[in-house]
Protein backbone atom coordinates (compact mmCIF):
# COMPACT_ATOMS: atom_id res chain seq x y z
CA UNK A 1 0.00 0.00 0.00
CA UNK A 2 1.01 3.50 -0.82
CA UNK A 3 2.07 5.29 2.22
CA UNK A 4 2.62 8.71 -0.19
CA UNK A 5 2.20 12.18 1.75
CA UNK A 6 3.03 10.57 5.39
CA UNK A 7 5.23 12.46 7.35
CA UNK A 8 8.76 10.04 7.72
CA UNK A 9 10.00 9.16 11.35
CA UNK A 10 13.31 11.02 10.52
CA UNK A 11 15.83 13.02 12.46
CA UNK A 12 16.76 16.64 11.38
CA UNK A 13 13.06 17.73 10.32
CA UNK A 14 12.97 20.73 12.05
CA UNK A 15 15.86 21.87 9.87
CA UNK A 16 13.89 21.84 7.40
CA UNK A 17 13.33 25.34 7.10
CA UNK A 18 9.63 26.54 5.30
CA UNK A 19 9.39 23.36 3.83
CA UNK A 20 5.94 21.75 4.99
CA UNK A 21 6.29 18.11 6.25
CA UNK A 22 2.69 17.18 6.71
CA UNK A 23 0.51 17.86 3.98
CA UNK A 24 -3.45 18.15 2.79
CA UNK A 25 -2.54 18.50 -0.48
CA UNK A 26 -1.44 15.73 -2.87
CA UNK A 27 2.02 17.63 -2.85
CA UNK A 28 5.26 15.28 -2.97
CA UNK A 29 6.41 16.06 0.48
CA UNK A 30 10.26 16.77 0.76
CA UNK A 31 11.54 13.47 2.94
CA UNK A 32 9.42 11.59 1.11
CA UNK A 33 11.17 11.72 -1.67
CA UNK A 34 14.71 11.86 -0.21
CA UNK A 35 15.76 12.03 3.18
CA UNK A 36 18.60 10.49 6.06
CA UNK A 37 17.53 7.76 8.60
CA UNK A 38 19.49 6.48 11.04
CA UNK A 39 21.86 4.03 8.70
CA UNK A 40 20.44 5.03 5.67
CA UNK A 41 19.77 7.81 2.25
CA UNK A 42 16.14 6.58 1.51
CA UNK A 43 15.15 7.91 -1.81
CA UNK A 44 11.47 7.11 -3.17
CA UNK A 45 12.82 4.98 -6.18
CA UNK A 46 11.70 6.93 -9.43
CA UNK A 47 12.57 3.93 -11.34
CA UNK A 48 9.42 2.50 -10.86
CA UNK A 49 7.15 5.33 -10.34
CA UNK A 50 4.35 5.44 -11.41
CA UNK A 51 3.34 1.78 -11.10
CA UNK A 52 5.03 1.15 -7.23
CA UNK A 53 5.64 4.02 -4.85
CA UNK A 54 8.93 1.76 -2.89
CA UNK A 55 11.87 3.21 -0.68
CA UNK A 56 15.17 2.16 -1.53
CA UNK A 57 17.32 2.57 1.06
CA UNK A 58 21.51 3.32 0.09
CA UNK A 59 23.43 2.36 3.56
CA UNK A 60 26.82 3.62 2.19
CA UNK A 61 27.83 6.64 -0.03
CA UNK A 62 28.47 3.84 -2.81
CA UNK A 63 25.26 3.10 -2.49
CA UNK A 64 23.96 6.56 -3.03
CA UNK A 65 26.37 6.97 -6.01
CA UNK A 66 24.76 3.90 -7.46
CA UNK A 67 21.12 4.59 -6.98
CA UNK A 68 22.08 8.23 -8.68
CA UNK A 69 24.00 6.64 -11.63
CA UNK A 70 21.25 4.04 -12.30
CA UNK A 71 17.97 7.25 -12.02
CA UNK A 72 16.58 5.55 -8.71
CA UNK A 73 17.02 9.46 -7.62
CA UNK A 74 17.21 11.91 -10.80
CA UNK A 75 17.35 15.87 -11.68
CA UNK A 76 19.93 17.88 -10.79
CA UNK A 77 18.59 19.48 -7.59
CA UNK A 78 17.66 16.12 -6.45
CA UNK A 79 21.19 14.41 -7.16
CA UNK A 80 22.81 17.19 -5.23
CA UNK A 81 20.62 16.44 -1.85
CA UNK A 82 21.18 12.76 -2.22
CA UNK A 83 24.71 13.29 -2.62
CA UNK A 84 24.92 15.77 0.69
CA UNK A 85 22.69 13.27 2.73
CA UNK A 86 25.05 10.63 1.64
CA UNK A 87 28.38 12.29 2.54
CA UNK A 88 26.76 12.71 5.75
CA UNK A 89 25.83 9.08 6.04
CA UNK A 90 29.34 8.17 5.41
CA UNK A 91 30.72 10.69 8.08
CA UNK A 92 28.49 9.33 10.71
CA UNK A 93 30.34 5.61 9.68
CA UNK A 94 33.66 6.87 10.17
CA UNK A 95 34.40 6.05 6.31
CA UNK A 96 36.83 7.88 4.18
CA UNK A 97 35.49 11.10 3.28
CA UNK A 98 37.93 11.32 -0.03
CA UNK A 99 36.50 8.28 -1.23
CA UNK A 100 33.11 9.01 -0.53
CA UNK A 101 33.06 12.43 -2.24
CA UNK A 102 34.73 10.75 -5.37
CA UNK A 103 32.47 8.19 -5.71
CA UNK A 104 29.25 10.20 -5.69
CA UNK A 105 31.10 12.95 -7.46
CA UNK A 106 31.56 10.77 -10.39
CA UNK A 107 28.25 9.29 -10.70
CA UNK A 108 27.34 11.35 -12.85
CA UNK A 109 28.75 13.85 -14.98
CA UNK A 110 26.54 17.03 -16.22
CA UNK A 111 24.57 18.23 -13.66
CA UNK A 112 26.68 20.23 -11.67
CA UNK A 113 24.38 20.57 -8.79
CA UNK A 114 25.73 17.04 -7.54
CA UNK A 115 29.59 19.16 -7.34
CA UNK A 116 28.18 21.68 -5.84
CA UNK A 117 26.60 20.25 -3.28
CA UNK A 118 29.57 18.17 -2.41
CA UNK A 119 31.94 21.12 -2.12
CA UNK A 120 29.42 22.92 -0.07
CA UNK A 121 29.61 19.35 2.28
CA UNK A 122 33.45 19.56 2.30
CA UNK A 123 33.55 21.76 5.39
CA UNK A 124 30.85 20.14 7.59
CA UNK A 125 29.96 16.69 6.77
CA UNK A 126 27.00 16.89 9.10
CA UNK A 127 23.32 15.74 8.36
CA UNK A 128 22.52 19.25 9.66
CA UNK A 129 24.39 20.81 6.83
CA UNK A 130 22.25 18.24 4.44
CA UNK A 131 19.02 19.17 5.61
CA UNK A 132 19.40 23.07 5.34
CA UNK A 133 21.10 22.15 1.30
CA UNK A 134 18.21 20.27 0.90
CA UNK A 135 15.47 23.07 2.21
CA UNK A 136 17.23 25.84 0.73
CA UNK A 137 16.61 23.83 -2.55
CA UNK A 138 12.90 23.80 -2.21
CA UNK A 139 13.04 27.52 -0.57
CA UNK A 140 14.66 27.91 -3.97
CA UNK A 141 11.92 26.26 -6.01
CA UNK A 142 9.22 28.50 -4.12
CA UNK A 143 10.81 31.54 -4.93
CA UNK A 144 11.15 30.43 -8.58
CA UNK A 145 7.83 29.18 -9.28
CA UNK A 146 7.05 33.11 -7.93
CA UNK A 147 9.29 34.73 -10.11
CA UNK A 148 8.21 32.85 -13.31
CA UNK A 149 4.07 33.24 -13.03
CA UNK A 150 4.88 36.97 -15.00
CA UNK A 151 6.18 35.15 -17.82
CA UNK A 152 2.85 32.94 -18.51
CA UNK A 153 0.19 34.49 -20.43
CA UNK A 154 -3.36 33.85 -19.16
CA UNK A 155 -4.98 30.44 -20.10
CA UNK A 156 -1.52 29.17 -20.84
CA UNK A 157 -0.99 26.25 -22.92
CA UNK A 158 2.32 25.21 -21.71
CA UNK A 159 4.63 22.65 -22.72
CA UNK A 160 7.26 20.53 -20.71
CA UNK A 161 9.90 18.04 -21.18
CA UNK A 162 11.37 15.63 -18.75
CA UNK A 163 10.46 16.12 -15.44
CA UNK A 164 11.82 19.00 -13.56
CA UNK A 165 9.10 18.90 -10.80
CA UNK A 166 9.21 17.91 -7.17
CA UNK A 167 10.80 14.36 -7.88
CA UNK A 168 13.74 16.03 -9.60
CA UNK A 169 14.77 18.93 -6.97
CA UNK A 170 13.50 17.28 -3.52
CA UNK A 171 10.62 18.92 -3.57
CA UNK A 172 8.13 21.54 -5.29
CA UNK A 173 10.12 21.09 -9.08
CA UNK A 174 11.74 23.86 -10.96
CA UNK A 175 9.96 24.02 -14.63
CA UNK A 176 6.42 22.11 -13.02
CA UNK A 177 7.00 24.43 -9.77
CA UNK A 178 6.43 27.24 -12.12
CA UNK A 179 4.02 25.61 -13.91
CA UNK A 180 2.20 24.93 -10.64
CA UNK A 181 2.41 28.77 -9.42
CA UNK A 182 1.37 29.68 -12.57
CA UNK A 183 -1.83 27.44 -12.25
CA UNK A 184 -2.51 28.26 -8.89
CA UNK A 185 -2.46 31.80 -10.31
CA UNK A 186 -4.95 30.76 -12.62
CA UNK A 187 -2.65 30.96 -15.61
CA UNK A 188 -2.08 27.48 -16.84
CA UNK A 189 -4.89 25.66 -19.25
CA UNK A 190 -3.20 22.65 -20.16
CA UNK A 191 0.11 21.44 -20.07
CA UNK A 192 1.81 19.10 -22.31
CA UNK A 193 3.87 16.49 -21.68
CA UNK A 194 6.69 15.25 -23.21
CA UNK A 195 6.52 11.58 -22.84
CA UNK A 196 10.90 12.16 -23.27
CA UNK A 197 12.93 9.21 -24.78
CA UNK A 198 14.22 6.96 -23.40
CA UNK A 199 13.61 6.42 -20.02
CA UNK A 200 10.25 8.14 -20.14
CA UNK A 201 10.44 11.21 -17.25
CA UNK A 202 7.70 12.80 -18.63
CA UNK A 203 5.10 9.80 -19.18
CA UNK A 204 5.99 8.56 -16.01
CA UNK A 205 7.31 11.12 -13.56
CA UNK A 206 5.94 14.41 -14.47
CA UNK A 207 2.27 13.04 -15.59
CA UNK A 208 2.57 11.24 -12.50
CA UNK A 209 2.88 14.69 -10.68
CA UNK A 210 0.45 16.83 -12.52
CA UNK A 211 -1.80 14.01 -12.13
CA UNK A 212 -1.29 14.47 -8.01
CA UNK A 213 -1.61 18.00 -8.33
CA UNK A 214 -4.59 17.98 -10.25
CA UNK A 215 -3.26 20.33 -13.31
CA UNK A 216 -5.00 19.55 -16.03
CA UNK A 217 -1.62 17.87 -18.83
CA UNK A 218 -1.60 15.08 -21.57
CA UNK A 219 1.12 13.03 -22.58
CA UNK A 220 2.34 13.64 -26.04
CA UNK A 221 4.96 11.51 -28.04
CA UNK A 222 8.71 14.01 -28.22
CA UNK A 223 8.10 13.99 -31.74
CA UNK A 224 4.85 15.99 -31.76
CA UNK A 225 5.67 19.11 -30.00
CA UNK A 226 6.48 20.85 -33.18
CA UNK A 227 3.18 19.63 -34.83
CA UNK A 228 1.42 21.04 -31.45
CA UNK A 229 3.08 24.25 -31.89
CA UNK A 230 2.09 24.23 -35.74
CA UNK A 231 -1.32 23.91 -35.47
CA UNK A 232 -1.29 26.83 -32.44
CA UNK A 233 -1.61 24.70 -29.72
CA UNK A 234 1.09 26.07 -27.08
CA UNK A 235 1.76 29.01 -25.85
CA UNK A 236 5.21 28.49 -24.46
CA UNK A 237 7.85 25.82 -23.31
CA UNK A 238 9.09 25.56 -19.92
CA UNK A 239 12.03 23.39 -18.66
CA UNK A 240 14.72 22.89 -15.86
CA UNK A 241 18.57 23.02 -16.32
CA UNK A 242 21.63 20.47 -15.73
CA UNK A 243 24.26 23.33 -16.04
CA UNK A 244 24.32 26.42 -17.41
CA UNK A 245 27.27 28.50 -18.92
CA UNK A 246 28.11 31.96 -18.18
CA UNK A 247 26.49 32.67 -21.83
CA UNK A 248 23.27 31.28 -21.08
CA UNK A 249 23.79 28.30 -23.15
CA UNK A 250 21.77 24.95 -21.26
CA UNK A 251 22.44 21.42 -21.10
CA UNK A 252 18.95 19.42 -20.53
CA UNK A 253 17.72 16.49 -21.08
CA UNK A 254 18.03 15.47 -24.66
CA UNK A 255 15.43 16.70 -27.10
CA UNK A 256 15.32 20.19 -25.25
CA UNK A 257 17.55 21.57 -28.14
CA UNK A 258 15.03 20.50 -31.12
CA UNK A 259 12.12 21.90 -28.84
CA UNK A 260 14.19 25.13 -28.39
CA UNK A 261 14.57 25.08 -32.28
CA UNK A 262 10.94 24.41 -33.04
CA UNK A 263 9.60 27.04 -30.38
CA UNK A 264 11.94 29.58 -32.06
CA UNK A 265 10.52 28.78 -35.73
CA UNK A 266 6.91 28.99 -34.40
CA UNK A 267 7.77 32.06 -32.92
CA UNK A 268 7.06 31.03 -28.83
CA UNK A 269 9.22 31.48 -25.75
CA UNK A 270 11.14 28.24 -24.40
CA UNK A 271 11.85 29.46 -20.59
CA UNK A 272 14.75 28.17 -18.80
CA UNK A 273 13.75 27.65 -14.65
CA UNK A 274 16.75 26.67 -12.50
CA UNK A 275 18.12 27.58 -9.19
CA UNK A 276 21.77 29.48 -8.96
CA UNK A 277 23.15 26.24 -7.79
CA UNK A 278 23.23 25.13 -12.01
CA UNK A 279 25.04 28.29 -12.99
CA UNK A 280 28.44 26.60 -13.39
CA UNK A 281 30.77 29.96 -13.62
CA UNK A 282 33.49 27.89 -14.85
CA UNK A 283 31.94 26.84 -17.76
CA UNK A 284 32.01 29.90 -20.13
CA UNK A 285 29.53 28.24 -23.13
CA UNK A 286 28.00 25.38 -23.43
CA UNK A 287 31.25 23.62 -25.38
CA UNK A 288 32.53 23.25 -21.55
CA UNK A 289 29.74 21.08 -20.34
CA UNK A 290 30.31 17.65 -20.35
CA UNK A 291 27.52 15.47 -21.94
CA UNK A 292 27.04 12.29 -19.95
CA UNK A 293 26.67 9.07 -22.53
CA UNK A 294 24.39 6.42 -20.95
CA UNK A 295 24.15 2.62 -22.22
CA UNK A 296 22.92 2.28 -25.35
CA UNK A 297 20.90 -0.34 -24.11
CA UNK A 298 18.50 2.06 -23.09
CA UNK A 299 17.70 2.80 -26.68
CA UNK A 300 17.76 -0.39 -28.13
CA UNK A 301 19.21 -3.53 -26.91
CA UNK A 302 18.72 -5.28 -30.81
CA UNK A 303 21.05 -2.82 -32.42
CA UNK A 304 24.03 -0.80 -32.39
CA UNK A 305 22.79 2.66 -30.48
CA UNK A 306 23.88 5.86 -29.07
CA UNK A 307 22.58 7.21 -26.18
CA UNK A 308 23.65 10.95 -24.87
CA UNK A 309 21.73 11.81 -21.69
CA UNK A 310 21.41 16.05 -22.25
CA UNK A 311 22.20 18.43 -24.73
CA UNK A 312 22.56 22.14 -25.41
CA UNK A 313 20.64 24.63 -26.04
CA UNK A 314 22.32 27.61 -27.36
CA UNK A 315 21.65 30.99 -24.90
CA UNK A 316 20.33 32.92 -28.14
CA UNK A 317 17.26 30.40 -28.15
CA UNK A 318 16.72 31.19 -24.22
CA UNK A 319 13.73 33.51 -23.74
CA UNK A 320 14.41 33.64 -19.92
CA UNK A 321 16.08 32.42 -17.22
CA UNK A 322 14.17 31.98 -13.79
CA UNK A 323 16.73 31.33 -10.96
CA UNK A 324 15.54 32.34 -7.57
CA UNK A 325 17.35 35.92 -8.02
CA UNK A 326 14.46 36.47 -10.62
CA UNK A 327 14.27 36.80 -13.99
CA UNK A 328 17.29 36.94 -16.84
CA UNK A 329 17.34 37.68 -20.02
CA UNK A 330 19.72 38.42 -22.73
CA UNK A 331 22.68 39.12 -22.94
CA UNK A 332 23.24 36.54 -20.22
CA UNK A 333 26.93 36.85 -19.41
CA UNK A 334 26.13 40.25 -18.37
CA UNK A 335 22.76 39.54 -16.72
CA UNK A 336 23.37 35.86 -15.10
CA UNK A 337 24.50 36.45 -11.10
CA UNK A 338 27.96 35.47 -11.02
CA UNK A 339 29.39 32.95 -9.18
CA UNK A 340 27.51 30.17 -7.61
CA UNK A 341 24.98 31.20 -4.67
CA UNK A 342 25.63 29.66 -1.06
CA UNK A 343 23.44 27.68 0.78
CA UNK A 344 21.77 30.52 3.10
O1 LIG B 1 18.55 12.17 -16.61
P1 LIG B 1 17.69 12.95 -15.66
O2 LIG B 1 16.32 12.39 -15.53
O3 LIG B 1 18.37 13.17 -14.34
O4 LIG B 1 17.55 14.37 -16.35
C1 LIG B 1 16.95 15.40 -15.64
C2 LIG B 1 16.72 16.61 -16.46
O5 LIG B 1 17.19 16.75 -17.56
C3 LIG B 1 15.93 17.70 -15.80
O6 LIG B 1 15.21 18.44 -16.75
C4 LIG B 1 16.91 18.64 -15.09
O7 LIG B 1 17.69 17.91 -14.19
C5 LIG B 1 16.23 19.71 -14.40
S1 LIG B 1 15.45 19.07 -12.95
C6 LIG B 1 14.94 20.26 -11.96
Known sequence: ??????????????????????????????HRIVRLEDDAVVVLDQRRLPEDEVDLRCRSAAEVAEAIRTLA???????????AYGMALAAERGDDLDVAFEALASSRPTAVNLRWALE???????????????????????????????????????????????LATGGYGTALGAIRAAWEAGRVEHVWVDETRPLLQ?????????????IPHAVIADAAAAS???????????????????NGDTANKVGTYGLAVAARHHGLPLVVVAPTSTLDPR???????????????????????????????PGALVAAIVTERGIHRAPYTETLPRGTAAVR
Open 1 to 30: MSDFGRTPDVHGDAQLRGVRLTSDTPELEP
Open 73 to 83: VRGAPAIGVAA
Open 120 to 166: TMRDEPTRARAERIHADQVDRCRAMGGHAVELFPADARVLTHCNAGG
Open 202 to 214: GARLTAWELEQLG
Open 228 to 246: FMARGEVDLVVTGADRIAA
Open 283 to 313: AAAGDDIPIEEREPAEVTGRFGARNPAFDVT
